[in-house]
T-cell receptor, first 119, second 112 residues
Framework: GAVVSQHPSWVICKSGTSVKIECRSL??????MFWYRQFPKQSLMLMAT?????????EQGVEKDKFLINHASLTLSTLTVTSAHPEDSSFYIC???????????????FGPGTRLTVT | SQKIEQNSEALNIQEGKTATLTCNYT??????LQWYRQDPGRGPVFLLL?????KEKRKERLKVTFDTTLKQSLFHITASQPADSATYLC???????????FGKGTTLSVSS
């Protein structure tokens, strides 16, 4: 159980185009999903927190108009990188907390990540 | 500001030995701490969670300790195997359902 998938696993796009990344919780309902970014040999850095049915909360320094997040259902969140530039090339990872009977749980389960390369 | 440090970037040990990884934090009072394994090009995989009121947690060959006075967690892998080679990440959170703050990780290499 507790499986999170991401699609695509890797994508190459041209500078100026937009890319959408999907994050799905396959066997549980996720009231909260998180989007992280990881550069080579660096730690995961939180970009935004996404709650189902409401606007995402972005971390300081993350442009909300550039990284559009939608969490329309309890099993799906999407991250759209708009007008991508080479400096946006990174490893994007989502995670989800399962919604147990008593609310959110402590454990977070991560997707396999999406490697974005902007040329 | 909140800071998490994992004692070394890399740790090399021989097969069969116990690997001990350290996670220290400052300016933070986490409700719980998690350890993850990350293989190259993959997302983190959850290993163990320990709460602030717990001293030790075990799962098969893994053991985690949590000392809130020292602000430190130790992660042990006993009888290590080459398949244990990976990067291990320490992560903290203040409450359930909130985002995790990650350390940079320690890359463990187990040689046969």
């Amino acid at each position: 159980g507790a499986v999170v998938s991401q699609h695509p696993s890797w994508v190459i796009c041209k500078s100026g185009t937009s890319v959408k990344i999907e994050c799905r919780s396959l066997d549980f309902q996720a009231t909260t999903m998180f989007w992280y970014r990881q550069f080579p040999k660096q730690s995961l850095m939180l970009m935004a927190t996404s709650n189902e049915g409401s606007k995402a909360t972005y971390e300081q320094g993350v442009e909300k108009d550039k990284f559009l997040i939608n969490h329309a259902s309890l099993t799906l969140s999407t991250l759209t990188v708009t007008s991508a530039h080479p400096e946006d090339s990174s490893f994007y990872i989502c995670s989800a907390s399962s919604a147990g009977g008593g609310g959110a749980t402590y454990e977070q389960y991560f997707g396999p990540g999406t490697r974005l390369t902007v040329t | 500001s909140q800071k998490i440090e994992q004692n070394s970037e890399a740790l090399n040990i021989q097969e069969g030995k116990t690997a001990t990884l350290t996670c220290n934090y400052t300016n933070y009072s986490p409700a719980y701490l998690q350890w993850y394994r990350q293989d190259p090009g993959r997302g983190p995989v959850f290993l163990l969670l320990i709460r602030e009121n717990e001293k030790e947690k075990r799962k098969e060959r893994l053991k985690v300790t949590f000392d809130t006075t020292l602000k430190q967690s130790l992660f042990h892998i006993t009888a290590s195997q080459p398949a244990d080679s990976a990067t291990y990440l320490c992560a903290l959170a203040s409450q359930a359902g909130t985002a995790l703050i990650f350390g940079k990780g320690t890359t463990l290499s187990v040689s046969s």
